[in-house]
């Protein structure tokens, strides 16, 4: 076991556990931060995608030791003082989740996004998502939820 101070979430987090333990398993297990999401377990599915400095990543494949040197957001971590983020909104105007088990990913992964494309194209809405999977099959909801994000006055990467 080893000592790791995570910054998640914009909070300094001590926790105790193997260098090589996912991350997706310390948030989940020893920070009881529940809306990352075990899909697969090999990075294929996307349901365990976090921001780490600001770039999405598969938790799932991501060592604790390797994620505490940055800055990780979950979607514990996009609303402010109450308020959803944007992206969350968005996806919930839109009806863009049905089970909600992949939405944590999609939602951080479109954050990511529309920090690095403030107003993309549904094409490159389709190309940077690509990879996230939904079981439910609502991807035409789920790009209808990242274009009205990208509409939205209040600004996507206030954090």
Known sequence: M?????????ARLHVSAPAE??????????????????????GQCAACTVLLDGKPARSCLTPVSVAAKTHITTIE??????KLSPVQQA?????????????SGMVLCATALLREIPHPTEQQIVTYMDGNICRCGTYPRI?????????????????
Request: charged residues 20%; negative net charge.
């Open 2 to 10: 080893s000592d790791f101070v995570l910054k998640v979430n914009g």
């Open 21 to 42: 333990e996912s991350l997706l398993s310390v948030l989940r297990d020893r920070l009881d931060l529940t809306g990352t999401k075990y899909g697969c377990g090999e």
């Open 77 to 82: 971590g996009l609303e402010q003082n109450g």
């Open 91 to 103: 996806f919930l105007n839109e009806g863009a989740f049905q089970c909600g088990y992949c939405t």
């Open 143 to 159: 790009v209808a939820a990242v274009q009205r994000a990208s509409q939205s006055p209040a600004k996507v990467g206030a954090q």
